[in-house]
């Protein structure tokens, strides 16, 4: 709960205000019944009118009071809990954009979804009922147990016999609630996961006919969930029916014992009604104090969670100039004796811890090449090759086990990520079309004008199918980019690396989708109207790079060929093989 108090901390004279109107809130509706039994023992007695008329107006004057003051906290509890709620969220979006991939691929995304939305809401939950229900329910309690004292000794040692074990039986349970909804959350990131891959794919899981596999899927996720939800919630409801046994056979008592003591003059009708609202009054407090450590239950649970991910050490720090690598080599680009492994994925862990035990998986091993500035490099090789890899890492996602990665002479740990980053303008694989307009997916909040966002359109061969909507780039994109074929979101992917005139341009895959002759027509215009970038492009098509200043071939993460398409050709077997399979020259 630390952590919760630090965005709170801002507001703590608000906090403090808002209880102490709810405490006086609380306070005046405690008096209503003892006035009331004022008002029958000592007033109704004496048949003055003008009396019970006022008394009577002191009690609706109470009421209306305890009225007004419970929405004005009230009020008071929820706007600092949207408030701190929508910083603890807006700081845990920027956290998750600034996480490193090896960071992230431990957190998962399902599970950041889930931290951002489910677990932010039980925190909310839990601040704004701590303000409110936090205060009314012990000072009901006491405050109940505290004048039934002052009015009959006898009766209210009922309540005190039976207030501590309640009270005992509902801290116990709650303690026990915590571990438990921790399983729930963790749970929830499995059914978020199960449903943003099948939303994602939604096509070929139609398309395969997947769906009764897919739903078996989810219902048994969901049902996994479904049972450790029930499991936390009858644990902590267990000491509601109890409460209610305990406290209804107290008020059982209280009329019985009450009823003889009236009968034989020892106290009044008045101090037992007024009981009976008291016995209510505890009721609450004791079922309200239930809901409150249910909530701190669910809230210090999810509380933990959002921290593992918030209080993530920075993994990527960027070094002084002086203590990076240095390199003798001239090349705009530089990978000088690169290997990496990517740490094994341990189900989505949360904290530093389950970082340092991660199992390593190599992926790439001593990769060595050069590239001059507005020079050209093609990669390609079998899926799992490492090819996305060095881009990871020659955009610092990541960082080399061994060996260094130079750009503009600079080891990368060296750049500013900012600074490093905008020298680049990347196509990805299964890369994002936001829904929004395609100006906006173009020009991606960076200062781009209306001729470079259409040059940009004219260069990704986008134009055409772009003006061919009648409201042009102001066209609105559907989530994924639905509304589009897969050529055309290729196509407004390139437009938006090319907008901003990138100094390195990375295309990953990036025409798959493409005919033979658009993807021509893309290359001869980025040469033409792009030549002083430098183009890095991963492809499964030979005709993709094979006129690029170089080529390198990946094989499970070792670079077996480098050259030129006709140096491999004569001196690679496996870019020969590529080359002539998809060539059609052998069977």
């Known amino acids: 709960m630390k952590f919760l108090w630090k965005y709170l901390k801002k507001y703590r004279w608000m906090i403090l205000w808002g209880m102490c109107i709810k405490l006086g809130a609380t ?43 419970n929405v004005t906290a009230n009020r008071k509890a929820i706007w600092i809990s949207k408030e701190g709620t929508f910083e603890i969220r807006r700081d845990l979006f ?52 505290a004048i039934t004292l002052t009015m009959d000794t006898g009766l209210a040692l009922i309540l005190c016999i039976m207030a501590p074990i ?42 395969l006919s997947k769906e009764p596999y897919e739903m078996r899927r989810f219902e048994a996720a969901n049902d996994t969930t479904a049972k450790r939800d029930i499991r936390a919630g009858v644990t902590m409801a267990l000491p509601g ?82 203590e990076g690598a240095k390199t003798d080599r001239e090349g705009y680009i530089v990978f000088d004796h690169v290997s990496f492994s ?67 002479g600079k080891d990368v740990r060296t750049w500013d990520r900012d600074g490093l980053h905008r020298l680049f303008g990347a196509v990805f694989q299964n890369d994002a079309i936001f829904a929004d307009t395609i100006r906006e997916n173009v020009v991606f909040g960076r200062d781009v004008n209306e001729a470079g966002l259409q040059a940009a359109l004219e260069d990704a061969k986008a134009a055409e199918f772009v003006h061919a909507y009648e409201d042009g780039a102001d066209h609105i994109a559907a989530i994924h980019g639905g509304n589009f074929s897969g050529g055309q979101k290729q196509r ?12 390195i341009l990375i295309l990953d895959d990036a025409s798959s989708a493409l005919d033979y002759r658009t ?42 060929g480098r050259g030129t398409h006709e140096e491999l050709l004569r001196d690679c077997a496996v870019y020969r093989e590529i080359q002539q399979t998809q060539m059609g020259e052998v069977s």
Not at 357 to 363: F, K, L, N, T, V
């Open 342 to 408: 990517y740490a094994g994925k341990e189900g989505g862990a949360a904290d530093a811890s389950a970082f340092a035990g991660a199992s390593r998986q190599q992926c790439l091993k001593d990769i060595d090449f050069t590239i001059r500035r507005g020079g050209s490099l093609g990669i390609i090789g079998a899926t799992g090759s490492g090819k996305t890899t060095i881009i990871n890492l020659l955009m610092r996602f990541y960082d080399a086990d061994e060996g260094h990665v130079f750009v503009d």
């Open 519 to 560: 993807d021509a027509e893309l290359r001869r215009a980025i040469r033409e109207h792009h030549g002083d970038a430098t183009l890095i492009v991963i492809a499964q098509r030979v005709s993709s790079i094979m006129n690029l200043d170089q080529i390198i071939v990946l094989d499970e993460g070792e670079m077996i």
């Open 492 to 503: 407004l992917l390139i437009a938006r690396a090319l907008a901003a005139r990138p100094e």
């Open 27 to 69: 306070l005046l509706e405690l008096l209503i019944p003892y006035v009331m039994e004022h008002l029958l023992d000592d007033v109704v007695p004496r048949k003055d009118v003008l009396q019970v008329v006022v008394w009577g107006g002191v009690m609706i004057l109470l009421a209306c009071l305890v009225r007004f003051l």
């Open 166 to 207: 309640m009270i005992a039986l509902v801290v116990f349970v709650s303690s026990k609630g915590i571990p438990l909804y921790d399983l729930v959350q963790r749970g929830m990131d499995d059914v978020v996961r199960i449903m943003r891959e099948n939303i994602t794919g939604i096509r070929v899981v139609k398309a």
């Open 94 to 145: 920027h956290k998750a954009l600034n996480l490193s991939g090896s960071q992230m691929d431990q957190v998962g995304l399902p599970s950041l979804i889930s931290r951002m939305t489910s677990d932010t809401y039980n925190v909310q939950n839990f601040i704004r009922a701590a303000q409110t229900l936090g205060i009314r329910a012990p000072i009901m309690l006491v405050g109940g147990i």
């Open 241 to 322: 029916p109890i409460v209610t046994l305990f406290l209804n056979v107290g008020l059982t008592l209280v009329v019985l014992i009450g009823a003889r003591r009236v009968n034989a003059g020892e106290t009044q009708p008045g101090v037992i009604l007024a009981f009976l609202t008291y016995f209510n009054m505890i009721l609450m407090g004791v079922m309200g104090l239930n809901r409150v450590f249910m909530m701190l239950s669910k809230a210090n649970a999810s509380a933990a969670r959002i921290a593992g991910v918030a209080q993530l050490p920075e993994d990527l720090p960027v070094l002084p100039e002086e």
